[in-house]
């Protein structure tokens, strides 16, 4: 059975910064592509970054080179580098096996 469990959301100031994480379980991590999507109250859920099995990256366009998504298949973890924080980067934050095993999501809210 496939388990994602994400950490590293929390309360932060306009500018600041976060480091997401999402461990996984219960699968062959490394033959996956991964990714992070977001969602905000009263909108669709959506694309932050994702990254290839190789290890190519894209990201969603309000990123805007804030954001770092990398990945460590020996300890079968996601991360996401959030820097230069917004408050428009409010959300629950989703790690995404292959889009088809999700995580429960973590809260980030960004505080102006």
């Given at each position: 059975?496939?388990?994602?469990?994400?950490?590293?959301?929390?309360?932060?100031?306009?500018?600041?910064?976060?480091?997401?994480?999402?461990?996984?379980?219960?699968?062959?991590?490394s033959i996956y592509a991964l990714a992070?999507?977001?969602?905000?109250?009263?909108?669709?859920?959506?694309l932050v970054a994702a990254?290839?099995?190789?290890?190519?990256?894209?990201?969603?366009?309000?990123?805007?080179?804030?954001?770092?998504?990398?990945?460590?298949?020996?300890?079968?973890?996601?991360?996401?580098?959030?820097?230069?924080?917004?408050?428009?980067?409010?959300?629950?934050?989703?790690?995404?096996?292959?889009?088809?095993?999700?995580?429960?999501?973590?809260?980030?809210?960004?505080?102006?």
């Amino acid at each position: 059975q496939v388990h994602l469990v994400e950490s590293g959301g929390g309360l932060v100031q306009a500018g600041g910064s976060l480091r997401l994480s999402c461990a996984a379980s219960g699968t062959i991590f490394s033959i996956y592509a991964l990714a992070w999507y977001r969602q905000a109250p009263g909108k669709q859920r959506e694309l932050v970054a994702a990254i290839t099995r190789g290890g190519s990256t894209n990201y969603g366009d309000f990123v805007k080179g804030r954001f770092t998504i990398s990945r460590d298949n020996a300890k079968n973890t996601l991360y996401l580098q959030m820097n230069s924080l917004k408050p428009d980067d409010t959300a629950v934050y989703y790690c995404s096996l292959g889009d088809r095993f999700w995580g429960q999501g973590t809260q980030v809210t960004v505080s102006s």
